[in-house]
């Protein structure tokens, strides 16, 4: 248990100004209303005082007790309870088992001596059900046995309204409403007075202690229970607080939220209801009265009154944080919600929750110091302020006065342990990140941000180009010379570019890459500036440094033109301009061309033939005896021949010329392809290159998207120079036999049989013959079908054209064309099935016209 000085005990009333030196007379009640301070004595004395608080320079509170008047009642025995009324001006004196009613002020009793008789015990009901303003409601503890009675007080009449029995005789009651909540010889009970319904809490010895029952709140109760606790009950029966723990030998309770008060034989003793801990002791000898009266607490010896001055809560809180009692703190602060204006509680709570975040933080729990400042809606600068240097030096922030921490800088709360401070700047980093794209980061992202990138290029942080590369808010002059100082040039490239600055992130980048200064934070840095010109919208900035990069890599820095997105191609990048400037670098120029004719498909002849050249060019510098290798060779072979045979674009004849000679017979043939000299081609092939699967690949690729026609002749050429006149050989006889067979379709077998030498057999045309045959049988039946449907149709036209002779048709000068309403004037006419009859011209021009009326579908 750990102390809180919640309360200070201050006496009110000495022994001298109550009873001066008469030694046998006690106090046996207290009351106070207001400024009004009733005393009851034990000679049936009642004494009014007035009280008036004062607050001396220390903070401390002095009372200093006035008295007014005393007045004797009349009896022989004690005074003892006393009630005010203040709606009625009256005061309730409970003395020899009666009520009486004084006057307030006068301590007169009403003139009409109205008094309630055969009352044990009462309490007043402070949520009264009548209704009446002009009355209070008293219950009573009768005299009679088992018996409650509820009556209306008057000013100077009293009316009886209820009596209920009880199961047995009631000790002591408090009243809310229509419940009773009573304390009998064995148990506490709940009871509506107003239905009969009653509920058991729970069971007590009344021989052993002194039942306490005491109306804390609207319908709730604090009862002293068995084993020393404090039990709170409300009028369904039932507890929504955990009881405290108090002594077993209580006098008396009260409550000045949110403690629980407890008076025993020799102390005081404060208990919280929020976390149920005792707070607090005070010795205080021969008590016997503890009771509080609107907040202000007052315990009563026999012969003096002192009052319980609480002390704030905001300093309770305070001190609490100040001893880093962080947990008690915080149930404090949120406890006394209901004790101080809403607006006023939120401003007080959020500062304590920022305290004891900081407190939190100076002791390293960030998870705990996070949840608190976020809840406590800290102004995150407050934090950064802790680490020197991080805030810009264009922030206006100033920190919150009072202070929320005793800490100068993060040195001091760390006392220069760097373990303890890379730790508060991970931290620190983890909380900026999550707190950037929130409410509470709004009007200061410029710090936030800041502050992240300084602490992310101190640590060398990954998230350092995240930050940078995504929308934020980093302030240019305080983090350039930072990201500088740390020697992070990539990222200082990075917020030159978030800041519209390329010029000046592309030269940075460059510097990286040429090595005049050091970063290795990209390996591919040079590939980086490819792409980042690549899809740059600054011409003059491309141009600027398309020289570099080409000259670092012809194949990669063409890039920043082959890849370039085709909106972006417009106006500043012309493909004669960048030709132009590629003719520096022939790598870079052949990789340009390709994208221009392979990817772009531009059909400018241009291109196409300067493509052509450059492979050209580069095969007769690759003919063997040069420094090239076969595979290499290989490849610049095949992109031209496959550019001559895809593209329409170049000049044939130009290059046609370039070719003769230099020993390239492929090219060549498919050039005169090309030019549809396809004996020369094919000669080519065959002849010179002995490529036989190449002629027969000539003949598929000339004949591609032409009629059968076109593809028979160019088949039955290819045959013709396997069987033509000179000297034969035995691969043109295997090559010609290989055609017939695997193309039978694309030959007309008549001619080939003539061209045929007797000396072959059947079996080694087997294959071609078959095709052949079934190809014609193919043929010749299905002209056959075509036949019979052309006999079946006009078959068909012939029975129509009968049916249309065997009825009569009537023409006379009389009779008019269906489409242009005139008579007929010759005997011509055209007459539709349904019988219409028209002039010839004009169902002629009815077939060209399709608008015209149609008086038939068919003539």
């Given at each position: 248990?750990m102390?809180?000085?919640?309360?200070?005990?201050v006496?009110?009333?000495?022994?001298?100004q109550?009873?001066?030196?008469?030694?046998r007379?006690?106090?046996e009640?207290?009351e106070c209303?207001?400024?009004n301070l009733?005393?009851?004595t034990?000679?049936?004395?009642?004494?009014?005082f007035?009280l008036?608080e004062?607050t001396?320079?220390a903070?401390?509170?002095?009372?200093?007790?006035t008295?007014q008047?005393?007045?004797h009642?009349?009896?022989?025995k004690a005074?003892?309870?006393?009630?005010?009324?203040?709606?009625?001006?009256?005061?309730?004196?409970?003395?020899d088992?009666?009520?009486?009613?004084?006057h307030?002020?006068?301590?007169?009793?009403?003139?009409?001596g109205?008094?309630?008789k055969?009352?044990?015990?009462?309490a007043?009901n402070e949520?009264?059900?009548?209704g009446?303003?002009?009355?209070?409601e008293?219950c009573?503890?009768?005299?009679k046995?088992?018996?409650?009675?509820?009556?209306?007080v008057?000013?100077?009449?009293?009316?009886?309204?209820r009596e209920?029995?009880?199961?047995?005789q009631?000790?002591a009651?408090?009243?809310d409403g229509?419940?009773?909540?009573l304390a009998l010889?064995?148990?506490?009970i709940?009871?509506?007075?107003?239905?009969?319904a009653?509920q058991?809490?729970f069971?007590y010895?009344?021989?052993?202690?002194?039942p306490?029952v005491k109306?804390?709140?609207?319908?709730?109760?604090?009862?002293?229970?068995?084993?020393?606790l404090?039990?709170?009950?409300?009028?369904?029966?039932?507890?929504?607080?955990?009881?405290?723990?108090?002594?077993?030998?209580?006098i008396g309770?009260?409550?000045?939220?949110?403690?629980?008060i407890a008076l025993?034989?020799?102390?005081?003793?404060?208990?919280?209801m929020l976390d149920?801990?005792?707070?607090?002791?005070?010795?205080?000898?021969?008590?016997h009265i503890?009771q509080?009266?609107?907040g202000?607490?007052i315990v009563?010896?026999?012969?003096?009154?002192?009052?319980?001055?609480?002390?704030?809560?905001?300093e309770?809180v305070q001190?609490?944080?100040?001893?880093h009692r962080?947990?008690?703190?915080?149930?404090?602060?949120?406890?006394a919600r209901?004790?101080?204006p809403?607006?006023k509680?939120q401003?007080?709570y959020?500062?304590?929750?920022?305290?004891a975040?900081?407190?939190?933080?100076?002791q390293l729990?960030?998870?705990?110091?996070?949840?608190?400042f976020?809840?406590?809606?800290?102004?995150?600068?407050?934090?950064?302020?802790l680490?020197?240097?991080l805030l810009?030096?264009?922030?206006?922030?100033?920190?919150s006065?009072?202070p929320?921490?005793e800490?100068?800088d993060?040195n001091?709360?760390t006392?220069g342990?760097?373990?303890?401070?890379?730790?508060c700047?991970?931290?620190?980093?983890?909380?900026?990140?999550e707190?950037?794209?929130t409410?509470?980061?709004?009007?200061?992202?410029?710090d936030?941000d800041?502050?992240?990138?300084?602490?992310y290029?101190?640590a060398d942080?990954?998230?350092l180009?995240?930050l940078?590369?995504?929308?934020n808010?980093?302030?240019?002059?305080?983090s350039?010379?930072w990201?500088e100082k740390?020697?992070?040039?990539?990222?200082l490239?990075l917020?030159?570019?978030?800041n519209?600055?390329?010029?000046?992130?592309v030269q940075?980048?460059v510097?990286?890459?040429n090595?005049?200064?050091?970063?290795?934070?990209?390996?591919?840095l040079?590939?980086?500036?490819?792409d980042?010109l690549?899809?740059?919208l600054d011409?003059d900035?491309?141009?600027?440094?398309?020289?570099?990069?080409l000259q670092?890599?012809?194949e990669?820095?063409?890039?920043?033109?082959?890849?370039?997105p085709?909106?972006?191609?417009?106006?500043?990048f012309n493909?004669?301009?960048?030709?132009?400037?590629l003719k520096?670098?022939?790598r870079?120029?052949v990789k340009y061309?390709?994208?221009l004719?392979?990817?772009?498909?531009?059909?400018r002849e241009?291109?196409?033939t300067?493509?052509?050249?450059?492979?050209l060019?580069?095969?007769?510098?690759?003919?063997p005896?040069?420094?090239?290798t076969g595979?290499a060779?290989?490849?610049?072979?095949?992109?031209?021949?496959?550019l001559?045979?895809?593209?329409?674009?170049?000049?044939?004849h130009f290059?046609l010329?370039?070719?003769?000679?230099a020993?390239l017979?492929?090219?060549?043939?498919?050039?005169h392809?090309k030019?549809?000299?396809h004996?020369?081609?094919?000669?080519?092939?065959?002849h010179?290159?002995?490529d036989?699967p190449?002629a027969?690949?000539y003949?598929?690729?000339r004949s591609?998207g032409?009629?059968?026609?076109y593809?028979?002749r160019?088949?039955h050429l290819?045959?013709?120079l396997?069987?033509?006149?000179?000297p034969?050989?035995?691969?043109?006889t295997?090559?010609?036999?290989?055609?017939?067979?695997?193309h039978a379709?694309?030959?007309?077998?008549a001619q080939?049989l003539?061209?045929?030498p007797?000396?072959?057999?059947?079996?080694?045309?087997?294959p071609?013959?078959?095709?052949?045959?079934?190809?014609?049988?193919?043929?010749?039946?299905?002209?056959q079908?075509?036949?019979?449907?052309?006999k079946?149709?006009n078959?068909?036209y012939?029975?129509?054209?009968m049916?249309?002779?065997?009825?009569?048709?009537?023409?006379?000068?009389?009779k008019?064309?269906?489409?242009?309403q005139?008579?007929f004037?010759?005997p011509?006419f055209v007459?539709?099935?349904n019988?219409?009859?028209?002039h010839?011209?004009?169902?002629?021009?009815?077939h060209?016209?399709?608008r015209?009326?149609?008086p038939?579908?068919?003539?």
């Open positions: 248990m102390s809180t000085k919640a309360f200070t005990l006496p009110a009333v000495e022994r001298e109550l009873m001066g030196d008469r030694e007379v006690s106090l009640c207290v209303c207001g400024r009733y005393l009851g034990s000679d049936c004395f009642v004494y009014h007035l008036e004062k001396l320079p903070g401390t509170a002095t009372f200093t007790a008295r008047l005393h007045r009642l009349g009896f022989k005074v003892n309870e006393l009630r005010a009324a203040s709606a009625l001006s009256r005061l309730l004196v409970l003395c088992g009666c009520i009486s009613l004084v307030m002020l006068s301590l007169e009793p009403v003139p009409s109205a008094r309630i055969g009352a044990a015990a009462f007043l949520n009264p059900v009548s009446d303003p002009f009355c209070v008293v009573i503890i009768s005299v046995r088992r018996t409650i009675q509820v009556f209306l008057y000013e100077d009449r009293v009316q009886i309204v209920v029995s009880t199961p047995e009631p000790l009651v408090a009243v229509h419940f009773l909540c010889s064995t148990q506490y709940i009871l509506n007075y107003s239905t009969g009653s058991d809490l069971p010895c009344s021989e052993e202690k002194r306490i109306r804390i709140g609207r319908q709730e109760f604090l009862l002293a229970g068995p084993g020393g404090g039990m709170f009950a409300t009028v369904a029966g039932i507890s929504q607080r955990a009881p405290v723990h108090w002594s077993e030998n209580v309770a009260a409550v000045c939220f949110p403690y629980v025993d034989d020799e102390f005081i003793t404060v208990h919280s149920q801990q005792q707070k607090q002791t005070l010795p205080f000898k021969e008590g503890l509080d009266f609107e202000r607490v009563a010896t026999n012969k003096g009154v002192y009052i319980l001055v609480p002390r704030p809560l905001e309770q001190g609490l944080l100040a001893s962080v947990e008690e703190a915080l149930v404090l602060a949120k406890g209901r004790n101080i809403k607006e509680f401003v007080m959020r500062r304590v929750l920022q305290q975040g900081f407190i939190q933080f100076a729990q960030f998870l705990e110091a996070k949840e608190l976020r809840s406590g809606q800290l102004d995150v600068r407050e934090l950064i302020s680490y020197p240097f810009p030096t264009s922030s206006s922030f100033t920190r006065h009072p929320l921490h800490y100068a993060l001091q709360l006392q342990d760097q373990e303890k401070v890379t730790r700047k991970r931290f620190l980093m983890s909380y900026l990140n707190v950037r794209s409410e509470m980061a709004n009007g200061y992202k410029e936030v800041t502050a992240l990138l300084k602490l290029a101190e942080h990954d998230s180009l995240d940078l590369v995504t929308e808010f980093c302030l240019l002059t305080d350039a010379a990201l740390h020697k992070k040039y990539f990222a490239g917020l030159y570019h978030y519209k600055q390329d010029a000046a992130a940075l980048w510097n990286i890459v090595g005049d200064v050091q970063d290795a934070t990209r390996s591919d040079y590939e980086y500036v490819v980042f690549t899809y740059s011409s900035l491309v141009w600027t440094y398309a020289d570099w990069v670092k890599s012809q990669v820095g063409v890039q920043v033109f082959t890849k370039r085709l909106d972006n191609q417009q106006g500043s493909p004669d301009d960048i030709i132009t400037c520096k670098y022939p870079a120029l061309l390709e994208h004719v392979m990817d772009r498909r531009l059909q241009e291109y196409h300067h493509l052509a050249m450059l492979y060019d580069e095969v007769l510098q690759q003919k005896g040069a420094d090239a595979a060779v290989t490849e610049t072979r095949a992109k031209l021949r496959h001559l045979q895809k593209s329409d674009s170049y000049r044939v290059l010329d370039r070719i003769r000679g020993g017979p492929m090219e060549s043939a498919i050039l392809g030019l549809e000299q004996e020369d081609a094919l000669r080519i092939l065959v010179e290159l002995a036989f190449a027969e690949d003949c598929l690729w591609e032409r009629d059968p026609p593809r028979q160019l088949f290819l045959l013709a396997y069987l033509g006149p000179g034969s050989s035995t691969e043109l295997v090559a010609a036999v290989d055609l017939l067979n695997r379709a694309e030959f007309d077998a080939v003539q061209l045929l007797g000396s072959w057999s059947v079996q080694l045309l087997c071609f013959l078959t095709g052949a045959v079934r190809d014609s049988i193919h043929a010749r039946r299905t002209t079908v075509a036949v019979g449907l052309a079946s149709e078959l068909i012939k029975y129509d054209k049916k249309l002779k065997g009825s009569s048709v009537r023409l006379s000068d009389k008019l064309c269906q489409l242009c005139t008579p004037s010759e011509a007459r539709f099935p019988g219409g009859l028209v010839t011209h004009c169902a002629a021009s009815r060209t016209n399709p015209s009326p149609s038939g579908a068919r003539t």
